[in-house]
């Protein structure tokens, strides 16, 4: 999913909790935040594979790359990552949003490969576990 639309739902859940829940505006805040921050692993990638730190070449080649939805694999799309987030918020309460944000980009992302491929089969992994138990998909090169 494009970093914009992240943004746009982020927003739209902060703003449906902010009128449902009880919750502090800085909490939201961190939470649209960390559902677009999450994707800064796909720039590390790039700049891994193509030795290359160009944020402008990095968001054209993004575009191609979002219209193919080919499956790869990125350190922060885990639910290891949410579910690490979310135990250490009992000690640092401020991430339990930080966590509900990386959950919900991470859901959003699962949503636009199930419909872009109208299946679960070349569904990327989100899950360490997985990826340890059935083996690491081979990253394509960008
Ligand atoms: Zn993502």
């Known amino acids: 999913m494009h970093i914009k639309n992240h943004f746009l739902l982020g927003l739209l859940l902060a703003t449906f909790l902010w009128f449902t829940q009880k919750t502090d505006l800085k909490d939201l805040i961190l939470l649209v935040q960390s559902t677009v921050l999450i994707d ?17 070449h990095y968001i054209k080649e993004q575009r191609h790359y979002l219209k193919l939805q080919k499956p790869r694999f990125y350190m922060f799309h885990k639910i290891e990552i949410v579910l690490l987030l979310f135990l250490l918020s009992s000690f640092l309460p401020v991430l339990k949003f930080v966590s ?6 991470i859901f959003l992302d699962m949503l636009i490969y199930v419909r872009h491929h109208r299946s679960l089969r070349r569904m990327r992994t989100y899950s360490y576990l997985h990826d340890i138990y059935c083996g690491i998909r081979r990253v394509p090169a960008y």
Not at 51 to 56: E, M, N, P, T
Not at 100 to 105: K, P, Q, S, W
């Open 100 to 105: 509900i944000g990386v959950a919900f980009h």
């Open 40 to 56: 800064m692993d796909h720039f590390i990638i790039y700049i891994r594979q193509k030795k290359r730190f160009s944020l402008g």
